[in-house]
């Protein structure tokens, strides 16, 4: 019988502190600068690049100021309701929102815009590729556009080792290699491996390596 052990690998809290810039300066120094009355914000990039990280960050940035944000996305079922309370909007995975969603999003953008209160807005393509209305699309395009590029390797790298250690956790060049080669390399899908694979290894009380790696991803493909 294989030993299960505790949950682990807490995440820590969404930040601007807790993102890795990487090539995105310019998107955080504009975002840690919003105020009332600022234009709309787009951040566009592939799945993992770290567009939703960046609106909890926002949010959470709010809240440490005691104010309060409205979040919407295409996991929330229309009609929308404003809250006048707020002071920011955010709309994430803007690519993905139905004809109704979309018609609840452009009146949430029209109410924010009339209050003076700022919307950021995320999808997985630049707003001209929106597959939207055309009103909604435009909105979303005609304040400060940012594409919120992925970690590099070498950045990738240094950050999955530095959770690794800050977890107790010892990988070998090789086990990063194979990490690094053969899963999408934004940071949440990573640390999600590196919980996986230490977590595997204490059930199997076995060190870390590329052959114990095989075996979990073997193991999780033949259930």
């Known amino acids: 019988m294989r030993q299960i052990p505790l949950a682990i690998g807490i995440e820590a809290p969404r930040t601007f502190e807790t ?13 840690e600068a919003l105020g009332a009355q600022a234009a709309p914000v787009y951040l566009w990039g592939g799945s993992g690049a770290g567009k939703t990280h960046l609106l909890e960050a926002l949010v959470h940035r709010l809240d440490e100021q005691g104010m309060r944000a409205g979040w919407f996305s295409a996991a929330d079922a229309a ?5 006048d309370a707020w002071s920011l909007v955010v709309v994430d995975n803007a690519d993905a929102l139905d004809p109704e969603q979309q018609h609840a999003a452009f009146s949430v953008f029209v109410e924010a815009t009339t209050r003076g209160v700022p919307l950021v807005a995320a999808g997985r393509v630049p707003p001209v590729d929106l597959a939207v209305r055309e009103d909604l699309r435009t909105r979303l395009g005609w304040g400060h556009v940012f594409a919120v590029q992925p970690l590099g390797e ?16 010892f990988l070998s060049d090789d086990v990063m290699d194979y990490l690094l080669t053969r899963f999408a390399r934004d940071l949440k899908h990573l640390v999600v491996q590196l919980d996986r694979l230490d ?11 590329v052959p114990l790696l095989k075996q979990m991803l073997a193991e999780e493909s033949g259930r």
Not at 154 to 169: K, S, Y
């Open 199 to 209: 977590a595997f290894s204490l059930s199997t009380k076995r060190q870390i390596t």
């Open 79 to 83: 009609p929308w309701a404003f809250e």
């Open 154 to 169: 070498a950045e990738a790298r240094a950050t999955l080792r530095r959770v690794a250690d800050q977890r107790g956790i």
């Open 19 to 31: 993102f890795v810039p990487g090539a995105n300066a310019l998107a955080i120094a504009h975002l």
